[in-house]
Structure formats: C-alpha cells, structure tokens
C-alpha cells in the first residue's frame, strides 16, 4: 500500500500540515499509522470534511461521504491549476450553454441542450416556437 506524509496530504488538500496531524490524532482519517510522531497516510485517502466550518450546526452523517467527496473532487481541481487559457475558454462556454438551457428549462422552454448550444451560437433551429428562441 502507498502512503503518504501529513506535509504531502496537507499539500494535495491545501489545508496546512498542522491540521493533517490533528485529524489524524482525532481518526477522522482513516487508514492512517503513527510511526513515532510522523503518520502514515494512504495514499488514496479522501480529505475529511472540515468540522470547524459547521460548528453549531447540526449535519447528519448520510452526507459526510457527499462532502467528503466534493472536498476531493476540489482539491484535485486546486492541484491542476493554473488552467490553461483553452480550458478556461471550454469550461466558460460549456457553462453558459448549460445555464441558459437549465433557466430556459424553468421557464417551460422546450429546446433540447444541443439546440439552446446552436441558438446562442445563432442557428435557428426550425419547427419550433419563435417564444423558444
């Protein structure tokens, strides 16, 4: 099994080291071994969900995986930056075709994703309403 260090972790999660060692006194790591003062943390761990930020408020342990997961899927994002000006560009457009077409949707629009896509590039997409476009 690969492991890493708390100073490795702290950098792949971008929380400071200090705070990995005290999840990992506090076992909310899990998997981790203490060699003398160092912990050894698998290298696949998920970084835990950061207790402090909901203090006084009460969240069920169903969603602990949720956030966890939302914490890594982040972190892996923090770690590939800086974005190229390419994959920013994609990432703006595909958000843009996304939102127009889900705030369309609300509003009882009937095009489809690939059509909102064509239409804010400016195709007509013939047989439907003009109130659609």
């Known amino acids: 099994m690969e492991f890493m260090t708390a100073k490795e972790a702290a950098a792949r999660w971008g929380i ?3 705070r990995v060692r005290i999840l990992c006194a506090e076992g909310k790591i ?3 071994t203490q060699k003398g003062r160092a912990y050894l943390i ?3 761990s998920l970084k835990p969900v950061d207790g402090r930020a909901y203090r006084g408020v ?3 342990e169903q969603y602990a995986p ?5 914490d890594a899927q982040k972190s892996e994002l923090d770690r590939r930056r800086p974005l190229t ?11 843009l075709v996304d939102f127009t077409y889900n ?9 489809t994703l690939k059509e909102t896509a064509l239409a804010l590039e400016g195709v007509t997409i013939d047989k439907k309403p003009l109130k659609d476009l």
């Open 58 to 60: 009460e969240l069920s």
């Open 85 to 95: 000006q390419g994959e920013l560009q994609r990432l703006r457009d595909e958000f």
């Open 66 to 70: 949720l956030f966890a997961a939302v």
């Open 16 to 18: 400071s080291d200090r």
């Open 103 to 111: 705030s369309n949707a609300i509003e009882g629009n009937t095009l």
């Open 30 to 32: 899990d998997g981790v």
């Open 42 to 44: 698998p290298a696949d």
